[in-house]
């Protein structure tokens, strides 16, 4: 008993630092790459003769709003390729332990990621709204 606790302990353990790495690799490689489109935004900018308003505007909300989804995407980008695997795999395993009721539960799950994308749908459509206002 003690055995399978300590082992289970080490797994977690494992488990937390690869997550912790895999998101401060995610940050770190989201943070290189803004600073990267920053500089060739701001360097269109200045290369511009006469920079109106509506450019230096354009300039701020890709920074404020464009910024914000192009680290969420490097974030967690891994996460997403890895998903499937480990949800095949917790499925499986669940069944191994539980019986065939596992697979109740697991359809109920996918069943709430088409509400997750009208969630996501509407928050895109408020975000165009909002960016569009700003810019004029």
């Known amino acids: ?9 080490l797994t977690q353990l494992f488990r937390n630092i690869t997550f912790n790495l895999q998101q401060s690799i995610g940050i770190h490689t989201g943070i290189r790459l803004l ?3 920053e500089f060739v935004g701001f360097s269109k ?3 511009l003769t006469s920079p109106n308003d509506a450019a230096l505007g ?11 989804r192009i680290q969420d995407a490097i974030v967690n980008g891994v996460m ?3 998903s499937p695997f480990m949800f095949l795999m917790s499925i ?5 332990l539980v019986g065939p009721s596992a697979f109740v539960g697991s359809l ?5 990621y088409p509400i997750l994308g009208v969630i996501s749908t509407l928050s895109s459509v408020l975000r165009l ?3 569009t206002i700003t810019d004029k």
Request: glycine share 4%.
């Open 58 to 68: 354009q300039l701020i909300t890709f920074t404020t709003s464009d910024h914000d």
């Open 45 to 47: 900018l200045l290369r």
């Open 35 to 37: 600073a990267a489109v």
């Open 1 to 9: 008993g003690i055995f399978l606790v300590i082992l289970l302990f």
């Open 80 to 82: 997403i390729i890895g």
């Open 108 to 112: 109920v799950i996918l069943l709430f």
């Open 129 to 131: 709204r909002v960016v």
């Open 92 to 96: 499986i395993y669940s069944a191994y």
